[in-house]
């Protein structure tokens, strides 16, 4: 980092940093794409798999429904398809090593995974859900959705119990013999034995289950689901139900994750956000009210495009028309909140930096800007290889300690994006806003109040890490702790490099993971974009670099010096 009134010069062992990210990219294949590969394979991970394109998927949810269903719309409007995956079923699968066995026995006939296709049914004022295999096309369940008050609010109902009510009311007075005899047909046409179905339900209780007699895995069994609306079968499902065990196990460890999202992670944020406007007002002879425009307009174009990308979920979650519109407009005023603390974050962030004497963020009219750009993007690919391999290994150890594993979230799959290609779109905005508020900023502004600099950056990194707990990864606890080790790696970056090189390193190593799987869905245009991500931060680094207007020579390097070891020692007052 640069002292205020020295030359802007980055000055790195490349050498050495080099080495340790061949290193890394070693870690990362071994462990992180070879190793799980073997024993335990994602279900996204379909590179040698086929999956049929979604237009597909709407050929054969229309056959069924029009053969099976009575659907009578010719041309239905703009049908939605998503992809869905059983995350219990996963989960429990991944838990106990069963993947490999179930994809072997099981999944063929009863997948994990499936293209839902929305139909629009005008003479019902609701809609058809067709479930559909992701491989062949083959119906798995299907779902009749009407105005009924009473499904509609049971379908959005969190609560097991609540949702049982409210299928009990719409079920009205039908008998459990009157609920097998419309099931009978169902059971027959899915190729079912009724010697070989066990009922799982008494009468008065909502619904209708059977598990099926030799179809298990693990505490897993087979079990088919109905329920009913005006004396027929509503809807019908058939999968390996995850053991109650295993259910609650989730709930317990959901709970604990919403605690720490929410009281640790945006919480303490927003405290952050608060004190940026304080410290953006207090230091503003040190810095400049322009300087972060241009980042907080790149953040907010990349979220709001994230969220576009996303319309085909938010269409088939929100319902109606309504809905959507409401969810959209949120979701857009929630990002210019964002858009907005991240601005004071990066003008308050350089002006506590500046303050004390430190040149953080170089300014483009300073002299050396384009090559200390340039360097800090060969600092950012080095430093995300090694964070790569970083992690890998925590996960590998994580893994054989806690017993770490992740199940299916159908929210982050290319699948379900309008254009799969957009999704490293996001490693920008993660890049740009997490390092901005976590690091140029909370770093600062956390050791004026404990006087300590790595103190200043456990803190805020444990604030970063907490916000990440509600991903499909238990126990919960596990990110948080991957994530303290790398937020202190990026830190290290931050106080070493600068913010520009954190912020490129941060940037960079998501859009290799978030590249990869865009290459995974294996098609020309997805494979050429996720190369393309991966790429564009050193295409970004020297277009600034040929572009600065402002360069000293067009050496590559200077002669190296050797870098300092990183010492947590808190410097003389009023530095970091």
Known sequence: ??????????TANFKKLGLLGGVGLVCFFIFQLLIPSLSNPSPESLMNAKVISKQEAVIHALDFARSELGYTESQPEKPVVTYQAETDLYGYLSREKLVQEY????????????????????SAKGKLQIHVDLSTGKVVSFKRITSSTNYTQADVSTDEQARSRLVRVAEGDMTLEAKEQAAAIWIKRFGFKPSELKLATTEGEGGLKYTVDGKKIGASVLTLAFTFEDGDVRSFTQSFSAPSSYTDYVKKQTYWANWMTYAGYALFSFVLGVLAIVYASLTRRHT????????????????????MNMLPLLQAEAGSKGMLVFLMVFQVGVTFFMAVA????????DGLMRQVGLNAWPRAKEPGYGLYVLRSMYVGYLWAFILLGVQSILFFVLERTFNTFSTTDATQSP???????LLPIMAWMA?????????????????????????????TTLIW?????????????????????????FSFVFLRYGFIAAMFSHVIFDSILMGL????????VNVSAGLFWILLPAIVGYIIYWFSPKKPNRIMFEPMKKEEPYSTTPPPEGQL
């Open 431 to 459: 890049g740009i806003g997490e390092e901005t508020v976590y690091r140029l900023f909370g770093i600062p502004m956390v050791k004026k109040i404990v006087k300590n600099t790595f103190v200043a950056c456990l803190i």
């Open 465 to 489: 890490a907490l916000g990440h707990t509600l991903y499909p990864i238990y126990p919960v606890i596990s990110r948080p702790i991957e994530l303290t080790f790398l937020g202190l790696l």
């Open 1 to 10: 980092m640069n002292p205020i009134g020295k030359p802007v010069v980055l």
């Open 342 to 349: 991240l601005y004071f974050s990066l003008v308050g962030g």
């Open 103 to 122: 994809d072997r026995t099981w999944k063929k006939n009863y997948p994990y995974e499936t293209f839902r296709v929305d139909l629009p049914d005008s």
């Open 288 to 307: 400049s009210f322009v300087r972060g425009i241009i980042l907080s307009i790149v953040y907010f174009i990349a979220s709001i495009a994230g969220t």
């Open 415 to 421: 699948y379900n994006m309008a254009y799969p290609w």
């Open 517 to 524: 799987s865009v290459i995974s869905l294996g098609d020309t």
